[in-house]
Protein backbone atom coordinates (compact mmCIF):
# COMPACT_ATOMS: atom_id res chain seq x y z
CA UNK A 1 0.00 0.00 0.00
CA UNK A 2 2.84 2.14 0.98
CA UNK A 3 4.53 1.44 -2.87
CA UNK A 4 1.35 2.34 -4.26
CA UNK A 5 0.59 5.15 -2.60
CA UNK A 6 4.37 6.76 -2.93
CA UNK A 7 4.44 6.15 -6.45
CA UNK A 8 1.19 7.60 -6.82
CA UNK A 9 2.42 10.70 -5.65
CA UNK A 10 5.28 9.83 -7.63
CA UNK A 11 3.86 9.58 -10.79
CA UNK A 12 1.64 12.93 -10.34
CA UNK A 13 4.73 14.63 -9.36
CA UNK A 14 5.87 13.79 -12.80
CA UNK A 15 3.22 14.65 -14.94
CA UNK A 16 2.58 18.12 -12.60
CA UNK A 17 4.93 20.58 -14.70
CA UNK A 18 3.80 19.64 -18.42
CA UNK A 19 0.40 19.74 -16.62
CA UNK A 20 0.62 23.13 -15.47
CA UNK A 21 1.87 24.25 -18.91
CA UNK A 22 -0.37 23.19 -20.91
CA UNK A 23 -3.60 24.01 -18.86
CA UNK A 24 -2.06 27.96 -18.94
CA UNK A 25 -0.94 28.08 -22.59
CA UNK A 26 -3.47 25.96 -23.93
CA UNK A 27 -6.39 25.00 -21.63
CA UNK A 28 -7.09 28.70 -20.24
CA UNK A 29 -6.80 30.56 -23.59
CA UNK A 30 -9.25 27.98 -24.68
CA UNK A 31 -11.63 28.80 -22.47
CA UNK A 32 -11.16 32.38 -22.67
CA UNK A 33 -11.78 32.09 -26.25
CA UNK A 34 -15.17 30.90 -25.75
CA UNK A 35 -15.69 33.67 -22.81
CA UNK A 36 -14.52 36.52 -25.68
CA UNK A 37 -17.05 35.16 -28.14
CA UNK A 38 -19.67 36.30 -26.10
CA UNK A 39 -18.21 39.81 -26.20
CA UNK A 40 -17.34 42.73 -28.21
CA UNK A 41 -13.56 43.24 -26.99
CA UNK A 42 -11.51 45.07 -29.16
CA UNK A 43 -8.73 47.59 -28.95
CA UNK A 44 -11.24 49.55 -26.67
CA UNK A 45 -10.71 49.16 -22.86
CA UNK A 46 -14.83 48.68 -21.97
CA UNK A 47 -15.73 44.93 -22.88
CA UNK A 48 -19.46 44.20 -22.57
CA UNK A 49 -21.38 40.68 -23.12
CA UNK A 50 -23.64 40.87 -26.31
CA UNK A 51 -24.63 37.36 -26.40
CA UNK A 52 -24.66 35.25 -29.28
CA UNK A 53 -24.57 38.45 -31.72
CA UNK A 54 -21.08 37.59 -32.82
CA UNK A 55 -22.56 34.49 -33.96
CA UNK A 56 -24.93 35.71 -35.72
CA UNK A 57 -23.08 38.70 -37.28
CA UNK A 58 -20.68 35.82 -38.44
CA UNK A 59 -23.28 35.22 -41.31
CA UNK A 60 -23.65 38.53 -42.21
CA UNK A 61 -20.43 38.01 -44.75
CA UNK A 62 -19.91 35.11 -46.86
CA UNK A 63 -19.39 32.68 -44.13
CA UNK A 64 -21.00 29.90 -45.29
CA UNK A 65 -19.20 30.32 -48.62
CA UNK A 66 -15.77 30.52 -46.56
CA UNK A 67 -16.86 27.25 -44.19
CA UNK A 68 -17.46 25.54 -48.11
CA UNK A 69 -13.83 26.33 -49.21
CA UNK A 70 -12.27 25.81 -46.08
CA UNK A 71 -13.56 21.83 -46.83
CA UNK A 72 -12.96 21.57 -50.37
CA UNK A 73 -9.42 23.32 -49.79
CA UNK A 74 -9.11 20.40 -46.98
CA UNK A 75 -10.41 17.89 -48.91
CA UNK A 76 -8.60 18.17 -51.92
CA UNK A 77 -5.20 19.00 -49.82
CA UNK A 78 -5.44 15.68 -47.93
CA UNK A 79 -6.52 13.83 -51.02
CA UNK A 80 -3.84 14.49 -52.96
CA UNK A 81 -1.26 13.76 -49.91
CA UNK A 82 -2.69 10.35 -49.40
CA UNK A 83 -2.30 9.34 -53.18
CA UNK A 84 0.79 10.78 -53.79
CA UNK A 85 2.29 9.60 -50.67
CA UNK A 86 0.97 6.24 -51.04
CA UNK A 87 2.70 6.68 -54.60
CA UNK A 88 5.74 7.79 -53.51
CA UNK A 89 6.27 5.47 -50.45
CA UNK A 90 5.35 2.19 -52.57
CA UNK A 91 8.18 3.31 -54.75
CA UNK A 92 10.73 3.87 -52.13
CA UNK A 93 10.02 0.55 -51.05
CA UNK A 94 11.18 -1.12 -54.16
CA UNK A 95 14.66 -2.92 -54.21
CA UNK A 96 16.25 -1.24 -56.47
CA UNK A 97 19.94 0.64 -56.07
CA UNK A 98 19.65 3.89 -55.22
CA UNK A 99 16.31 4.10 -52.84
CA UNK A 100 18.10 5.23 -49.41
CA UNK A 101 19.09 8.12 -51.24
CA UNK A 102 15.84 8.77 -52.40
CA UNK A 103 14.28 8.42 -49.29
CA UNK A 104 16.55 11.32 -47.75
CA UNK A 105 15.90 13.12 -50.93
CA UNK A 106 12.05 13.37 -49.95
CA UNK A 107 12.84 14.99 -47.02
CA UNK A 108 13.49 18.27 -47.27
CA UNK A 109 10.24 20.13 -47.81
CA UNK A 110 9.09 19.03 -44.41
CA UNK A 111 12.26 19.89 -42.84
CA UNK A 112 13.41 23.05 -44.23
CA UNK A 113 11.66 25.83 -42.39
CA UNK A 114 8.08 26.21 -43.89
CA UNK A 115 8.19 30.00 -45.10
CA UNK A 116 11.51 29.43 -46.88
CA UNK A 117 10.11 26.68 -49.17
CA UNK A 118 6.75 29.03 -49.59
CA UNK A 119 9.12 31.47 -50.19
CA UNK A 120 10.32 29.36 -53.61
CA UNK A 121 6.45 28.68 -54.49
CA UNK A 122 5.59 32.06 -54.65
CA UNK A 123 8.61 33.04 -56.94
CA UNK A 124 7.69 29.68 -59.51
CA UNK A 125 3.77 31.12 -59.56
CA UNK A 126 5.31 34.13 -60.60
CA UNK A 127 3.62 34.95 -64.17
CA UNK A 128 6.16 36.71 -65.04
CA UNK A 129 9.88 35.47 -64.36
CA UNK A 130 8.38 32.52 -62.78
CA UNK A 131 9.75 28.55 -64.08
CA UNK A 132 5.93 27.19 -64.10
CA UNK A 133 4.28 29.88 -66.06
CA UNK A 134 7.89 29.89 -67.73
CA UNK A 135 7.71 26.33 -68.49
CA UNK A 136 4.09 25.76 -69.45
CA UNK A 137 4.58 28.67 -72.32
CA UNK A 138 8.23 26.82 -73.55
CA UNK A 139 6.11 23.83 -74.35
CA UNK A 140 3.08 25.39 -75.58
CA UNK A 141 0.70 24.73 -73.20
CA UNK A 142 -0.53 28.50 -72.81
CA UNK A 143 0.04 31.31 -75.03
CA UNK A 144 0.68 34.27 -72.27
CA UNK A 145 2.23 34.52 -68.82
CA UNK A 146 -0.33 33.06 -65.95
CA UNK A 147 0.17 34.72 -62.90
CA UNK A 148 -0.90 32.02 -60.39
CA UNK A 149 -1.73 34.25 -57.51
CA UNK A 150 -3.10 36.83 -59.38
CA UNK A 151 -6.36 34.77 -60.15
CA UNK A 152 -9.25 33.17 -57.46
CA UNK A 153 -9.00 29.82 -59.23
CA UNK A 154 -5.35 29.28 -59.84
CA UNK A 155 -4.48 30.76 -56.06
CA UNK A 156 -6.66 28.28 -54.89
CA UNK A 157 -5.14 25.42 -56.79
CA UNK A 158 -1.41 27.05 -56.03
CA UNK A 159 -1.70 27.04 -52.28
CA UNK A 160 -3.48 23.54 -52.38
CA UNK A 161 -0.46 22.41 -54.44
CA UNK A 162 2.29 24.29 -52.13
CA UNK A 163 0.27 22.68 -48.63
CA UNK A 164 0.54 19.02 -50.10
CA UNK A 165 3.59 19.44 -51.32
CA UNK A 166 4.78 20.35 -47.31
CA UNK A 167 2.71 17.79 -46.35
CA UNK A 168 3.70 14.85 -48.82
CA UNK A 169 7.46 13.69 -46.81
CA UNK A 170 5.48 12.44 -43.73
CA UNK A 171 2.94 11.05 -45.24
CA UNK A 172 5.59 8.67 -47.08
CA UNK A 173 7.87 8.13 -44.42
CA UNK A 174 5.12 7.14 -42.34
CA UNK A 175 3.23 5.24 -45.36
CA UNK A 176 6.63 3.58 -46.00
CA UNK A 177 6.98 2.40 -42.61
CA UNK A 178 3.46 1.20 -42.72
CA UNK A 179 4.75 -1.07 -45.70
CA UNK A 180 8.22 -2.37 -44.06
CA UNK A 181 5.44 -3.42 -41.07
CA UNK A 182 3.35 -5.86 -43.23
CA UNK A 183 5.07 -9.47 -42.98
CA UNK A 184 7.05 -10.46 -45.67
CA UNK A 185 5.56 -14.29 -45.66
CA UNK A 186 2.00 -12.72 -46.65
CA UNK A 187 3.60 -11.82 -50.00
CA UNK A 188 5.81 -14.67 -50.52
CA UNK A 189 2.86 -16.49 -50.31
CA UNK A 190 0.76 -14.67 -52.88
CA UNK A 191 3.88 -14.59 -54.67
CA UNK A 192 4.18 -18.29 -55.10
CA UNK A 193 0.61 -18.54 -55.82
CA UNK A 194 1.30 -16.85 -58.85
CA UNK A 195 -0.41 -13.61 -57.96
CA UNK A 196 1.22 -9.81 -59.87
CA UNK A 197 2.30 -7.23 -58.36
CA UNK A 198 -0.92 -5.00 -58.72
CA UNK A 199 -2.94 -8.11 -57.17
CA UNK A 200 -0.31 -8.04 -54.17
CA UNK A 201 -1.05 -4.36 -53.63
CA UNK A 202 -4.78 -4.33 -53.81
CA UNK A 203 -5.13 -7.36 -51.85
CA UNK A 204 -2.46 -7.56 -49.35
CA UNK A 205 -0.72 -4.03 -49.24
CA UNK A 206 -3.81 -1.43 -48.93
CA UNK A 207 -6.11 -3.69 -46.68
CA UNK A 208 -3.48 -4.10 -44.11
CA UNK A 209 -2.41 -0.26 -44.10
CA UNK A 210 -6.03 1.03 -43.36
CA UNK A 211 -5.13 1.57 -39.96
CA UNK A 212 -1.90 3.87 -41.31
CA UNK A 213 -3.90 5.27 -44.05
CA UNK A 214 -6.91 6.24 -41.77
CA UNK A 215 -4.50 7.32 -38.82
CA UNK A 216 -2.54 9.52 -41.53
CA UNK A 217 -5.63 11.18 -43.38
CA UNK A 218 -6.86 12.14 -39.73
CA UNK A 219 -3.50 13.86 -38.86
CA UNK A 220 -3.11 15.42 -42.28
CA UNK A 221 -7.08 16.85 -42.18
CA UNK A 222 -6.33 18.46 -38.73
CA UNK A 223 -3.18 19.99 -40.05
CA UNK A 224 -4.50 20.77 -43.19
CA UNK A 225 -7.25 22.39 -41.60
CA UNK A 226 -5.10 24.95 -39.57
CA UNK A 227 -2.57 25.56 -42.55
CA UNK A 228 -1.88 29.11 -42.03
CA UNK A 229 1.69 29.92 -43.10
CA UNK A 230 1.32 28.82 -46.80
CA UNK A 231 -1.76 31.11 -47.96
CA UNK A 232 -1.14 34.02 -45.75
CA UNK A 233 2.36 33.90 -47.34
CA UNK A 234 1.40 33.49 -50.59
CA UNK A 235 -1.79 35.40 -51.05
CA UNK A 236 -3.10 36.64 -47.41
CA UNK A 237 -6.58 35.42 -48.67
CA UNK A 238 -6.72 36.62 -51.98
CA UNK A 239 -7.33 37.43 -54.54
CA UNK A 240 -10.68 38.92 -53.48
CA UNK A 241 -11.38 36.47 -50.70
CA UNK A 242 -10.39 33.25 -53.09
CA UNK A 243 -8.36 31.52 -50.80
CA UNK A 244 -9.53 32.86 -46.98
CA UNK A 245 -10.36 29.84 -45.11
CA UNK A 246 -12.31 29.59 -41.89
CA UNK A 247 -8.12 30.14 -40.23
CA UNK A 248 -7.38 33.10 -42.63
CA UNK A 249 -11.09 34.66 -41.84
CA UNK A 250 -10.12 34.20 -38.38
CA UNK A 251 -6.45 35.61 -38.12
CA UNK A 252 -8.35 38.67 -40.12
CA UNK A 253 -10.78 39.56 -38.38
CA UNK A 254 -9.26 38.94 -34.87
CA UNK A 255 -5.42 40.23 -35.75
CA UNK A 256 -5.55 42.42 -38.62
CA UNK A 257 -8.99 44.63 -37.58
CA UNK A 258 -8.70 43.67 -33.83
CA UNK A 259 -11.98 42.64 -33.28
CA UNK A 260 -11.20 40.04 -30.59
CA UNK A 261 -14.49 39.22 -30.01
CA UNK A 262 -15.74 38.21 -33.45
CA UNK A 263 -12.49 37.09 -34.00
CA UNK A 264 -13.03 34.20 -31.27
CA UNK A 265 -16.76 33.57 -32.16
CA UNK A 266 -15.29 32.51 -35.57
CA UNK A 267 -12.18 30.09 -34.10
CA UNK A 268 -14.80 28.64 -31.62
CA UNK A 269 -16.59 27.30 -34.70
CA UNK A 270 -13.24 26.06 -35.90
CA UNK A 271 -12.64 24.31 -32.75
CA UNK A 272 -16.07 22.55 -33.11
CA UNK A 273 -15.30 21.42 -36.30
CA UNK A 274 -12.03 19.97 -35.20
CA UNK A 275 -13.81 18.24 -32.05
CA UNK A 276 -15.80 16.59 -34.36
CA UNK A 277 -13.25 15.54 -36.82
CA UNK A 278 -11.22 14.14 -33.33
CA UNK A 279 -14.52 12.36 -32.26
CA UNK A 280 -14.93 10.91 -35.62
CA UNK A 281 -11.46 9.72 -35.44
CA UNK A 282 -11.96 7.78 -32.26
CA UNK A 283 -14.65 6.13 -33.34
CA UNK A 284 -13.09 4.48 -36.87
CA UNK A 285 -9.76 3.55 -34.64
CA UNK A 286 -12.06 2.03 -32.12
CA UNK A 287 -14.21 0.05 -34.89
CA UNK A 288 -10.98 -0.53 -36.63
CA UNK A 289 -9.18 -2.63 -33.56
CA UNK A 290 -12.35 -3.98 -32.62
CA UNK A 291 -12.26 -5.92 -36.09
CA UNK A 292 -8.79 -7.13 -35.37
CA UNK A 293 -9.98 -9.39 -32.26
CA UNK A 294 -12.70 -10.54 -34.46
CA UNK B 1 -3.91 -21.55 -60.41
CA UNK B 2 -0.57 -21.91 -59.03
CA UNK B 3 2.66 -20.60 -61.20
CA UNK B 4 4.44 -24.17 -60.79
CA UNK B 5 7.73 -22.37 -61.25
CA UNK B 6 7.23 -20.28 -57.98
CA UNK B 7 5.97 -22.99 -56.64
CA UNK B 8 9.12 -24.53 -57.21
CA UNK B 9 11.44 -22.19 -55.89
CA UNK B 10 9.47 -21.99 -53.06
CA UNK B 11 9.40 -25.58 -51.96
CA UNK B 12 13.20 -25.74 -52.99
CA UNK B 13 14.15 -22.43 -50.70
CA UNK B 14 11.72 -24.26 -47.85
CA UNK B 15 14.18 -27.15 -47.94
CA UNK B 16 17.13 -25.73 -47.55
CA UNK B 17 16.77 -23.70 -44.05
CA UNK B 18 19.89 -21.26 -44.63
CA UNK B 19 18.72 -19.78 -47.65
CA UNK B 20 14.47 -19.79 -46.98
CA UNK B 21 14.47 -16.52 -46.58
CA UNK B 22 16.87 -14.50 -49.13
CA UNK B 23 15.90 -16.86 -51.60
CA UNK B 24 12.28 -16.39 -52.06
CA UNK B 25 12.79 -12.46 -51.41
CA UNK B 26 15.34 -11.79 -54.21
CA UNK B 27 13.29 -14.08 -56.59
CA UNK B 28 10.23 -12.14 -55.56
CA UNK B 29 12.43 -8.61 -55.58
CA UNK B 30 13.90 -9.14 -59.40
CA UNK B 31 12.48 -6.92 -61.57
CA UNK B 32 12.19 -6.99 -65.57
CA UNK B 33 14.34 -4.28 -67.17
CA UNK B 34 10.69 -2.41 -67.80
CA UNK B 35 9.83 -2.36 -64.40
CA UNK B 36 13.33 -1.39 -63.41
CA UNK B 37 12.56 1.58 -65.86
CA UNK B 38 9.55 2.19 -64.90
CA UNK B 39 10.59 2.35 -60.79
CA UNK B 40 13.27 4.84 -61.79
CA UNK B 41 10.79 7.20 -63.85
CA UNK B 42 8.00 7.18 -61.03
CA UNK B 43 10.81 8.01 -58.38
CA UNK B 44 12.04 10.52 -60.85
CA UNK B 45 8.21 12.34 -61.33
CA UNK B 46 8.03 12.39 -57.38
CA UNK B 47 11.26 13.54 -56.94
CA UNK B 48 11.01 16.06 -59.31
CA UNK B 49 7.84 17.66 -57.50
CA UNK B 50 9.35 17.50 -53.83
CA UNK B 51 13.07 19.11 -54.91
CA UNK B 52 11.94 21.55 -58.06
CA UNK B 53 11.44 23.90 -55.70
CA UNK B 54 14.92 23.74 -54.11
CA UNK B 55 16.72 23.15 -57.73
CA UNK B 56 14.75 26.35 -59.28
CA UNK B 57 15.46 28.64 -55.81
CA UNK B 58 18.81 27.24 -56.03
CA UNK B 59 19.33 28.43 -59.90
CA UNK B 60 17.53 31.47 -59.17
CA UNK B 61 20.32 32.45 -56.33
CA UNK B 62 22.92 31.72 -58.91
CA UNK B 63 21.36 34.52 -61.68
CA UNK B 64 22.01 38.33 -61.91
CA UNK B 65 18.89 40.20 -61.81
CA UNK B 66 18.97 41.17 -64.98
CA UNK B 67 18.84 37.70 -66.30
CA UNK B 68 16.23 36.95 -63.58
CA UNK B 69 13.40 39.91 -64.72
CA UNK B 70 13.67 38.62 -68.89
CA UNK B 71 11.49 37.17 -70.62
CA UNK B 72 11.59 34.08 -72.48
CA UNK B 73 12.13 32.04 -69.01
CA UNK B 74 15.62 30.10 -68.91
CA UNK B 75 15.80 27.42 -66.88
CA UNK B 76 19.68 27.72 -66.57
CA UNK B 77 21.49 30.26 -65.94
CA UNK B 78 23.78 32.34 -67.96
CA UNK B 79 27.05 33.72 -66.46
CA UNK B 80 26.17 32.17 -62.93
CA UNK B 81 27.75 33.69 -59.99
CA UNK B 82 27.41 33.41 -56.27
CA UNK B 83 27.37 37.19 -55.82
CA UNK B 84 23.93 37.12 -54.34
CA UNK B 85 25.68 35.36 -51.40
CA UNK B 86 27.56 38.09 -50.89
CA UNK B 87 25.80 41.47 -51.54
CA UNK B 88 22.41 40.08 -49.44
CA UNK B 89 24.88 40.69 -45.93
CA UNK B 90 24.12 44.27 -47.42
CA UNK B 91 20.50 44.21 -48.52
CA UNK B 92 19.18 42.36 -45.24
CA UNK B 93 21.43 43.37 -42.49
CA UNK B 94 19.98 41.63 -39.79
CA UNK B 95 20.55 38.26 -41.37
CA UNK B 96 23.13 36.81 -39.35
CA UNK B 97 20.55 37.75 -36.13
CA UNK B 98 17.91 36.15 -37.78
CA UNK B 99 19.51 32.84 -38.53
CA UNK B 100 20.79 33.13 -34.61
CA UNK B 101 17.23 34.12 -33.60
CA UNK B 102 15.91 31.48 -35.02
CA UNK B 103 18.30 28.70 -33.34
CA UNK B 104 17.91 30.31 -29.98
CA UNK B 105 14.40 29.83 -30.26
CA UNK B 106 13.60 26.62 -31.33
CA UNK B 107 16.84 25.70 -28.81
CA UNK B 108 15.06 27.12 -26.07
CA UNK B 109 11.67 25.97 -27.06
CA UNK B 110 12.99 22.38 -27.29
CA UNK B 111 14.92 22.31 -23.47
CA UNK B 112 11.38 23.60 -22.15
CA UNK B 113 9.97 21.02 -24.14
CA UNK B 114 12.35 18.22 -22.87
CA UNK B 115 12.04 18.99 -18.99
CA UNK B 116 8.50 19.06 -18.86
CA UNK B 117 7.73 15.94 -21.87
CA UNK B 118 10.89 13.51 -20.29
CA UNK B 119 8.93 12.98 -16.36
CA UNK B 120 5.83 13.22 -18.02
CA UNK B 121 6.39 10.33 -20.70
CA UNK B 122 8.09 8.52 -18.19
CA UNK B 123 4.77 8.76 -15.72
CA UNK B 124 2.42 7.66 -18.79
CA UNK B 125 4.63 4.67 -20.15
CA UNK B 126 5.25 3.36 -16.39
CA UNK B 127 1.89 3.59 -14.23
CA UNK B 128 -1.60 3.84 -14.98
CA UNK B 129 -3.50 5.45 -11.79
CA UNK B 130 -6.97 6.17 -12.64
CA UNK B 131 -7.55 9.47 -14.72
CA UNK B 132 -4.27 8.73 -16.56
CA UNK B 133 -5.37 7.70 -19.83
CA UNK B 134 -7.74 10.51 -20.05
CA UNK B 135 -4.90 12.87 -19.35
CA UNK B 136 -3.25 11.42 -22.15
CA UNK B 137 -5.73 12.16 -24.49
CA UNK B 138 -6.05 15.09 -23.79
CA UNK B 139 -2.29 15.71 -23.91
CA UNK B 140 -2.74 14.40 -27.55
CA UNK B 141 -5.62 16.87 -28.26
CA UNK B 142 -3.56 19.60 -27.70
CA UNK B 143 -1.84 19.10 -31.11
CA UNK B 144 -5.68 19.86 -32.97
CA UNK B 145 -5.79 23.08 -32.31
CA UNK B 146 -3.45 25.09 -34.24
CA UNK B 147 -1.76 28.48 -32.78
CA UNK B 148 -4.05 30.32 -34.79
CA UNK B 149 -7.39 29.02 -32.99
CA UNK B 150 -5.83 30.66 -29.83
CA UNK B 151 -3.90 33.32 -30.73
CA UNK B 152 -6.33 36.21 -29.03
CA UNK B 153 -5.74 35.04 -25.86
CA UNK B 154 -2.81 34.15 -25.95
CA UNK B 155 -2.03 37.52 -27.28
CA UNK B 156 -3.53 39.07 -24.23
CA UNK B 157 -1.71 36.62 -22.18
CA UNK B 158 1.47 37.62 -23.39
CA UNK B 159 0.50 41.41 -22.95
CA UNK B 160 -0.44 40.86 -19.65
CA UNK B 161 2.80 38.46 -18.35
CA UNK B 162 4.53 42.13 -20.56
CA UNK B 163 6.60 39.71 -22.61
CA UNK B 164 5.22 40.82 -25.98
CA UNK B 165 8.23 41.74 -28.49
CA UNK B 166 10.43 39.40 -26.59
CA UNK B 167 12.22 36.20 -27.22
CA UNK B 168 9.69 34.88 -24.30
CA UNK B 169 6.22 35.57 -26.76
CA UNK B 170 7.90 33.01 -29.57
CA UNK B 171 9.26 30.37 -27.20
CA UNK B 172 6.75 29.77 -24.74
CA UNK B 173 3.64 29.20 -26.49
CA UNK B 174 5.60 28.11 -29.74
CA UNK B 175 6.88 25.21 -26.77
CA UNK B 176 3.57 24.14 -25.93
CA UNK B 177 2.89 22.65 -29.51
CA UNK B 178 5.33 20.44 -29.67
CA UNK B 179 4.62 18.97 -26.26
CA UNK B 180 2.14 16.34 -27.39
CA UNK B 181 3.93 14.81 -30.25
CA UNK B 182 7.61 14.72 -28.21
CA UNK B 183 5.18 12.70 -25.11
CA UNK B 184 3.71 10.01 -28.00
CA UNK B 185 6.72 9.47 -29.05
CA UNK B 186 8.78 9.39 -25.90
CA UNK B 187 5.61 7.40 -23.96
CA UNK B 188 6.14 4.44 -26.88
CA UNK B 189 9.86 4.47 -26.08
CA UNK B 190 9.94 4.44 -22.41
CA UNK B 191 7.59 1.43 -22.62
CA UNK B 192 9.94 -0.40 -24.01
CA UNK B 193 11.88 -0.62 -20.98
CA UNK B 194 11.14 -3.77 -19.16
CA UNK B 195 9.47 -3.03 -16.28
CA UNK B 196 11.34 -5.60 -14.12
CA UNK B 197 14.00 -3.23 -13.65
CA UNK B 198 11.61 -0.45 -11.76
CA UNK B 199 10.79 -4.21 -9.38
CA UNK B 200 14.51 -4.54 -9.11
CA UNK B 201 15.30 -1.37 -7.84
CA UNK B 202 12.62 -1.35 -5.49
CA UNK B 203 13.86 -4.32 -4.27
CA UNK B 204 17.43 -2.92 -3.81
CA UNK B 205 15.85 0.19 -1.74
CA UNK B 206 15.70 2.62 -4.51
CA UNK B 207 13.76 5.12 -4.01
CA UNK B 208 10.88 6.33 -7.19
CA UNK B 209 13.06 9.05 -7.94
CA UNK B 210 16.54 7.47 -7.60
CA UNK B 211 14.75 4.97 -9.78
CA UNK B 212 13.72 7.23 -12.50
CA UNK B 213 17.08 8.81 -12.46
CA UNK B 214 19.43 6.52 -11.96
CA UNK B 215 18.08 3.81 -14.33
CA UNK B 216 15.17 5.14 -16.69
CA UNK B 217 16.98 7.84 -17.76
CA UNK B 218 20.29 6.57 -18.77
CA UNK B 219 18.63 3.56 -20.55
CA UNK B 220 15.77 6.15 -22.36
CA UNK B 221 18.87 8.18 -23.63
CA UNK B 222 18.88 7.28 -27.48
CA UNK B 223 14.98 7.86 -27.12
CA UNK B 224 15.57 11.45 -25.63
CA UNK B 225 18.01 12.24 -28.28
CA UNK B 226 15.83 11.28 -31.01
CA UNK B 227 12.62 13.68 -29.68
CA UNK B 228 14.98 16.87 -28.94
CA UNK B 229 15.91 16.50 -32.90
CA UNK B 230 12.19 16.16 -33.99
CA UNK B 231 11.12 18.48 -31.35
CA UNK B 232 14.00 21.03 -32.48
CA UNK B 233 13.05 20.22 -36.28
CA UNK B 234 9.52 20.97 -35.39
CA UNK B 235 10.74 24.29 -33.53
CA UNK B 236 12.89 25.63 -35.86
CA UNK B 237 10.47 25.03 -39.59
CA UNK B 238 7.45 26.43 -37.72
CA UNK B 239 8.49 29.59 -36.02
CA UNK B 240 5.88 31.74 -38.47
CA UNK B 241 2.57 32.45 -36.53
CA UNK B 242 3.69 33.86 -33.33
CA UNK B 243 6.85 35.71 -34.38
CA UNK B 244 4.47 37.22 -36.77
CA UNK B 245 1.55 38.22 -33.99
CA UNK B 246 3.45 38.59 -30.72
CA UNK B 247 6.79 40.06 -31.69
CA UNK B 248 7.53 43.57 -33.76
CA UNK B 249 10.90 44.29 -32.98
CA UNK B 250 13.15 43.76 -35.77
CA UNK B 251 16.24 42.57 -33.79
CA UNK B 252 14.16 39.32 -32.02
CA UNK B 253 12.72 38.39 -35.22
CA UNK B 254 13.44 34.56 -36.36
CA UNK B 255 14.81 34.08 -40.42
CA UNK B 256 11.46 33.17 -41.27
CA UNK B 257 9.41 36.36 -40.52
CA UNK B 258 12.43 38.15 -40.70
CA UNK B 259 12.17 36.95 -44.63
CA UNK B 260 9.03 37.40 -45.28
CA UNK B 261 9.20 41.18 -44.16
CA UNK B 262 11.55 41.37 -47.22
CA UNK B 263 9.56 39.24 -49.18
CA UNK B 264 6.71 41.51 -48.86
CA UNK B 265 8.20 44.18 -50.56
CA UNK B 266 7.33 45.77 -54.23
CA UNK B 267 10.50 45.20 -55.29
CA UNK B 268 11.72 41.69 -54.59
CA UNK B 269 15.33 41.22 -55.14
CA UNK B 270 14.65 37.66 -55.96
CA UNK B 271 18.23 36.14 -56.24
CA UNK B 272 19.35 37.81 -53.00
CA UNK B 273 16.11 36.26 -51.46
CA UNK B 274 16.80 32.52 -52.75
CA UNK B 275 20.66 32.97 -51.99
CA UNK B 276 19.32 34.03 -48.19
CA UNK B 277 16.83 31.46 -47.83
CA UNK B 278 19.98 28.86 -48.80
CA UNK B 279 21.98 30.03 -46.08
CA UNK B 280 18.93 29.98 -43.64
CA UNK B 281 18.40 26.50 -44.07
CA UNK B 282 21.54 24.88 -44.52
CA UNK B 283 21.30 24.05 -40.74
CA UNK B 284 18.19 22.25 -41.32
CA UNK B 285 19.72 20.24 -44.59
CA UNK B 286 23.16 19.25 -42.37
CA UNK B 287 20.85 18.08 -39.99
CA UNK B 288 18.96 15.47 -42.22
CA UNK B 289 21.95 14.51 -43.88
CA UNK B 290 23.70 13.41 -40.49
CA UNK B 291 20.60 11.88 -38.78
CA UNK B 292 18.75 10.68 -41.48
CA UNK B 293 17.93 7.29 -39.70
CA UNK B 294 17.21 9.05 -36.25
CA UNK B 295 14.61 10.96 -38.20
CA UNK B 296 13.07 7.81 -39.84
CA UNK B 297 12.77 6.20 -37.07
CA UNK B 298 11.62 8.94 -34.83
CA UNK B 299 8.58 9.79 -37.31
CA UNK B 300 7.70 6.56 -37.00
CA UNK B 301 8.40 5.26 -33.72
CA UNK B 302 5.72 6.40 -31.65
CA UNK B 303 3.14 5.25 -35.31
CA UNK B 304 3.30 1.15 -35.81
CA UNK B 305 2.69 -1.02 -33.65
Known amino acids: ?294 | MMNPARRATRILTLANPFSKRTRTSAMMDRYTWFEVVLIYLGIFVFLAFMLAPFVEGFLVSLKPLSQLFSTPYNFWPENASFEAYVTMWDRIPYFALYIFNSLLIATAATLIVLVLVVPAAYAFARFSFKGMPLLLGAFLAVSMFSGAVLLIPLFRLMRTLGILNTYWAMIIPGAAFLIPSAIWLLRTYMMRIPPELNEAAYMDGASQFYTFRRVILPLARPGIIVVAIMTFIGAYAQQFIFALTFNSKTEFMPLPVGLFAFFGRQEVVWNELMAASFVGIAPALVIIFFLQRYLVGGLTAGAIK
Do not use: H
Open chain 1, 1 to 294: MTQSRAAWYFAWALLAPAILYVLVIVAWPLVETVRLSFTDASLRKTVNYVGWENYTRIFDRDFAEIILRTFTWTFFSVLLKMVIGMFGAVLLNCAVPGRNLFRILTMPPWIVPMAIGIFMWGWMYNGQFGMISGLLQRFGFVDGPVAFLAYGNTAYWATIVTDVWIGVPMVTIYFLAAIQAIPRDLYEAAWTDGASRWYRFRRITLPLMAPAIITMSMLSLIATFNSFDIIWILTQGGPSGSTTTMIIDTYQTAIGSKKYGQGAARAVVICIFLSLFCIAYFRMTRKLSRQEKV
